[in-house]
Structures are given as structure tokens and as C-alpha cells.
């Protein structure tokens, strides 16, 4: 999400009375406190259609924090909602500004806006993918640099007059998204599966990674982490400590009858997961024995006259606030007795798809496989 936020030096335009004027006492010249009010723009209740926008874009909490370049002093404010947040920032000092948003305020991985000291406590922190949902919002993480000026401050106007002087930030979501547009089937070249009653059951991401540093994609351990540090690892995994993640990741319940002649599953499901950056192609076709990392993967759960089939498709590497979108999904064959072992080969065209890559804002690249 590019430009969510909008930080603005500027007077409370919503409050009763004008921000009041500098405290006499406070050092002069250059030292002068500058008050800022820091305000989002993108609120927690976006004029748009739909409940997926929502919890896209809503801001259920936020923090900013300003780090002085030069001595390292830190001052922060936080916000129970999308509400400005206000501080006063000495003039004319370089500051680089951060903002974290639908932070995790509870549990063992929860960020404590005072325990703040350093740059590095908010770029180097572990995010939990459980941190996101679409009940309180996503993650997102932002920074630029800030010179306060206050040159359009008069501390001795009783009204305490300020112009405003607009300085923006860019968040991302540390999330990428996976849509899955449609998925149909089409057995014309296979005529002896003509008649098999078939059924999507589930479409499912697998070989997730669990978690990502606020400003950085990737840990440098975890491409060689247990299995135990991944979601999903090999398949859909039900026992959950966190069943919030399901939500994010599959559609369990879809149980569809599909054929050659009747119209394609057509709801658009989106998952959520942190970036990956195992490439594909090393473990295609090989993914018995031992647990190794490796790319994430769609899986489309089906039943072929009642046998449970498998069909899988490799994301390539993801990145955070990018969208894999996969349409023009058509199943052709017979497919996999396992979710991860890859039976087929993908020149046999048991399924076949198109992703197209693109970030939150604008495509740069498109994938076939057909």
C-alpha cells in the first residue's frame, strides 16, 4: 500500500481551539519545539465497496516515532485508532521518522511503543504472521526522513498560528497477496474422465513462512529452518495453536461440482502470506524424505470419483505488498494423490494457469503455464 499514511505539520482543523503557542521557557533559535500532528490519511472506515477493501486498508492502531540523526534521541505517539498523533520536534534537526501500523500490542511478540530506543528496535523486529487479520487490520511499516522548519511558527501570536507544511510517508504491508480468480476443468483431451464425478473441495497456500523483520522481507535463518518454523508445511495442517491464520491462508469449505460442460468456479479467494524467497524449480518434482525449504505453493484440493486429487501451483519468489494473481485456471488431468509430491509434470498440462505479478499499485510481469 504506497502512501497510506499522510503526516502533516499542521493545526488541528478538527478540534475546538488552535494548537497553543510555543512554551516560553522552551530553548529559542534553533531548538525552537516545533508541535507536529502526524495524520492518517486512509482512515479505519474507507468509502469502499467492499469488505475486502476494508481490511486491507483500515488502521485499527498506530505508532510514529522520531529518531534524531544526530544524538539518537527518540520521541513517539500513538493512536488507539486512524486519530492524528501529536509531538513537538526541534527545529531544524534531521530526524528520520517511522511508523508502524496494526502493531500486536499483546503476547510475546508485541511491540511496546516505550521500549523503543533505537532504529533498529522497530527494523530489525520479528513479525509473527498471526500479527495480521482481517479483524484488525495488517501490518504495515514506513519511513522518511523529516527537517521540521519553524519558519511558518509565530510564537508570539496568542493564537498560537501554524501554516501547514506537508511531509508524507509511505507505508507497505508486510503481507503479499495471492488471488486465485477462477478454476475450471475441461477433460475434452482425456475422454475416459469425461464421466468421473468431480468436486473442488479446497484451495489452499502451503510452505509459508511465519515470519518477517518490520524492515526487512526475510530472516537470514530461515532458509534453514525447521519445518516447525513454517505454516502448512507439505499440506493443509488443521492442528492450529492460531486458527487465525487459516483465515488468511485457505478456503477449506468450497465443495463445488465442477465439469467440462458446466461454468468455472468464478469467486475470487485472496490469501495472505509473508514473502518467500525460495526459488522454484530445485524441488519441483522431488518433495518426499526429509524437510527442506522451498517455494510457496497454491493447492487445489479436488475429489475425481472419489479419490482426493491434488493440484499444485508454484508462486514465484514473493515480496511484501505484492499481488500473485493466478487466473485462467484449468484442470486437465488426472493430478497428484499428495499435495506436495508432485505426480505429474508440468509439460503434461494436468493444469494449466496464468500469474500475473504485480505490486499493490501497478503490473510488471506475467507467467503462463499453459
Known amino acids: 500500500m504506497r502512501g497510506l499514511l499522510m503526516m502533516t505539520a499542521m493545526t488541528a482543523l478538527s478540534c475546538a481551539k488552535p494548537l497553543p503557542p510555543i512554551d516560553p521557557d522552551a530553548p529559542t533559535g534553533d531548538e525552537e519545539l516545533v508541535p507536529m500532528v502526524f495524520s492518517a490519511n486512509g482512515n479505519a472506515n474507507p468509502t469502499k465497496p467492499s469488505l475486502q477493501d476494508f481490511w486491507e486498508t483500515q488502521i485499527d492502531h498506530w505508532a ?13 505517539g500513538t493512536s488507539s485508532s486512524a486519530s492524528p498523533i501529536q509531538m513537538k520536534l526541534r527545529a531544524h534537526r534531521d530526524y528520520t521518522i517511522y511508523a508502524v501500523v496494526n502493531y500486536p500490542t499483546s503476547g510475546l511478540n508485541a511491540l511496546t511503543p516505550s521500549g523503543v530506543r533505537t532504529p533498529h528496535d522497530l ?19 514506513g519511513s522518511t526522513p523529516l527537517t521540521p522548519s519553524a519558519s511558518n511558527y509565530n510564537p ?39 464421466d468421473k464425478l468431480f468436486t473442488l473441495k479446497s484451495i489452499y497456500l502451503t510452505n509459508l513462512y511465519t515470519t518477517s523483520r518490520y524492515g526487512s522481507d526475510y530472516l537470514y535463518d530461515e532458509l534453514s529452518a ?109 493430478g497428484s494423490k499428495d499435495p506436495e509430491v508432485i505426480d505429474y509434470w508440468e509439460d503434461s498440462l494436468d493444469i494449466t494457469y496464468t500469474i500475473v505479478t504485480s505490486e499493490w499499485d501497478g503490473t510488471y510481469n506475467v507467467s503462463e503455464n499453459s
Open 64 to 76: 510514529v516515532f522520531a529518531f534524531d540523526d544526530a544524538s539518537g534521541w527518540v520521541a513517539y
Open 123 to 141: 527494523t530489525d523486529k520479528v513479525s509473527y504472521l498471526s500479527d495480521n487479520s482481517t479483524s484488525g487490520g495488517f501490518m504495515m511499516f
Open 156 to 194: 508570539t501570536d496568542v493564537e498560537g498560528t501554524f501554516t501547514p507544511e506537508p511531509v508524507s510517508i509511505t507505508v507497505t504491508r508486510l503481507v503479499s497477496r495471492v488471488d486465485v480468480t477462477q478454476v475450471a476443468v475441461d477433460f475434452r483431451d482425456k475422454p475416459h474422465l469425461l
Open 226 to 334: 525447521a519445518s516447525s518454523a513454517w505454516y502448512n508445511a507439505g499440506g493443509w495442517h488443521t492442528s492450529r495453536s492460531n486458527l487465525n491464520i487459516d483465515a488468511l491462508v485457505g478456503n477449506t469449505g468450497i465443495n463445488q461440482s465442477l465439469s467440462t460442460y458446466a461454468r468455472p468456479y468464478a469467486v475470487v479467494n485472496s490469501f495472505y502470506a509473508y514473502p518467500n524467497a525460495t526459488p522454484v524449480g530445485s524441488d519441483t518434482h522431488q518433495m518426499s524424505g526429509p524437510w527442506t525449504p522451498r517455494c510457496t505453493r497454491i493447492v487445489i484440493e479436488t475429489e475425481m470419483g472419489g479419490d482426493t486429487m491434488y493440484y499444485q501451483i508454484n508462486v514465484p519468489e514473493m515480496a511484501r505488498n505484492h499481488i500473485y494473481s493466478v487466473s485462467n485456471v484449468v484442470i486437465r488431468g488426472v
